[in-house]
């Protein structure tokens, strides 16, 4: 009785540990330390090939609003998986495992980003146009505080022109999302734009002047910061 014991007990440890190695390595279904479901519906979904994503596109949601932008795409028969608002509070609209039409005809390193990658998007108009008295208006014509308003190079024209700029809260919160799917297993150049794997090229212009970088620059951040973690001050892996 006492050996059998302690081989049931040994088995139930080394099902405990087995088991907190493989959860490090999956994608959870709901993202850590969302703060709310919108249009949160999996139903008619299918997962990805593998149960996980293999890449993630960045979006902005060409609207000032998550719940009003995620009621926008469910009309549409589109969706995100995660939405950033502009205080930085992240929202769900699916599980992390099923697909999502989110880019249209879109291509990227071999791959459709539809059957692929994570939908992340950015509560933003998008880019503007000027009005009288340093005003400035969305595609909608909706009035923008000029203060959240950055003049930033066109990725689809290469022009100067005024962008809904995310916040500084936005883009930590962008970043974090980005390196915990690194710590899941994602390959960094598998993250892109909706404006780079966009077909025909020059389609689609997002995330373009939001972000206070290009998505190449982001790519090297989280390489740099994967890096930064990894190593110790002399050079060693820790």
């Not at 990658?117 to 509560?123: G, I, M, N, T």
């Not at 290009?214 to 990894?230: C, E, F, H, V």
């Amino acid at each position: 009785m006492v050996l059998k014991r302690r081989s049931f007990t040994g088995r139930y440890y080394f099902y405990k540990l087995f088991k907190k190695e493989y959860h490090r390595y999956m994608f959870p279904k709901v993202f850590p330390h969302v703060k709310g479901l919108l249009h949160f519906d999996e139903s008619a979904k299918e997962t990805f090939a593998g149960g996980k994503p293999i890449g993630a596109v960045v979006h902005y949601t060409a609207d000032g609003d998550a719940a009003a932008g995620a009621a926008s795409l469910v009309a549409a028969g589109l969706g995100y998986h995660l939405i950033v608002a502009k205080d930085g509070s992240v929202y769900q609209m699916t599980s992390l495992d099923r697909k999502v039409w989110h880019a249209g005809k879109a291509a990227w390193r071999g791959h459709s980003p539809n059957q692929t990658c994570l939908a992340v998007a950015l509560v933003s108009w998008g880019f503007l146009r000027p009005s009288p008295g340093d005003a400035y208006r969305t595609y909608l014509g909706t009035l923008v505080v000029p203060g959240a308003v950055a003049w930033r190079t066109d990725n689809r024209f290469g022009i100067v022109q005024p962008w809904d700029a995310a916040t500084p809260a936005q883009t930590s919160a962008l970043e974090n999302i980005l390196q915990r799917c690194l710590d899941l297993g994602m390959d960094p150049d598998m993250i892109c734009g909706h404006d780079e794997c966009a077909l025909p090229p020059g389609r689609k212009m997002d995330p373009g002047g939001v972000l206070p970088y290009t998505m190449a620059d982001l790519r090297k951040r989280l390489k740099d910061d994967r890096q930064g973690n990894t190593q110790g001050k002399d050079g060693s892996s820790v």
